[in-house]
């Protein structure tokens, strides 16, 4: 089946320094890419879609320049957060299908801490 | 903004019994998806409901599209501890799946040996 590979699975970093997700589809080119941020026992809240080579679309309540995506090949989808604050702290995950009416297929997820 | 609901919210039953969650929406999908998803993990999709109406199989799963497309339920007999997770149902626009999918708030089950 489709594969996501999602880096790194855990990082720890400190408050103020930027930390870099990586979302990529193995073994199919992902037309458009999403970012969840999943607070503990609650359902996934999408942060934005991105599409290969164009600007991603961000959700209400995102900021934008806050949470960097930059989604520059069929295959790799990249979240930046930058200036990261203890509340940034979450588990984000990302997903990717390959066209309109296909499944989306999930990474393993980033769990975040920062402090 | 098109919603879905998801019932029950949380849920803990011996191994065993059968139970139900229900997905409900006021808005029509294209299709609805299903996902499990265990603690520090990404989801995994199980089924994908395309057609009002529809019902399928995995396993002990059934999975069922309600006639107008607005509603989904997901049946496990016989629940086993393996099941336990966090369920989400997931509901396409007429976008389709590469407009982003509305997610329900996830049932979190937990079978208990």
């Known amino acids: 089946g489709a594969v996501v590979s999602q880096h790194p699975s855990r990082v720890i970093c400190k408050s103020g320094t930027s930390v870099k997700i990586e979302c990529r589809s193995l073994?199919?080119?992902?037309?458009?890419m999403f970012w969840y941020r999943q607070f503990p026992k609650q359902s996934l809240m999408l942060m934005a879609t991105?599409?290969?080579?164009?600007?991603?679309t961000y959700e209400q309540g995102v900021e934008k320049d806050k949470f960097l995506i930059n989604h520059a090949s069929l295959t790799l989808s990249t979240l930046t957060v930058t200036s990261a604050h203890p509340e940034d702290s979450s588990f984000y995950i990302c997903?990717?299908?390959w066209g309109r009416g296909s499944p989306l297929h999930f990474g393993n997820g980033t769990r975040l801490t920062v402090t | 903004t098109q919603l879905l609901e998801q019932s029950p919210q949380f849920l803990s039953i011996q191994e065993g019994e059968n139970l139900t969650v229900y997905c409900n929406s006021s808005?029509?999908?294209?299709?609805l998806q299903w996902y499990r998803q265990e603690p520090g993990e990404g989801p995994v999709l199980l089924v994908t409901?395309?057609?009002?109406?529809e019902v399928k199989k995995l396993k002990r799963l059934t999975f069922q599209f309600g006639d107008a497309r607005k509603d989904s339920s997901l049946h496990i007999t016989a629940a086993q501890p393996g099941d336990t997770g966090l369920y989400l149902c997931?509901?396409?626009?007429?976008?389709?799946?590469?407009?982003?999918?509305?997610f329900g708030k996830g049932t979190h089950l937990i079978i208990q040996p």
């Open positions: 997903s990717a299908t």
């Open positions: 808005s029509v999908f294209s299709s």
């Open positions: 409901v395309v057609t009002g109406g």
């Open positions: 997931a509901g396409a626009g007429s976008g389709g799946g590469a407009d982003g999918l509305t």
């Open positions: 073994d199919f080119q992902a037309t458009t």
């Open positions: 991105s599409n290969e080579g164009s600007k991603a």
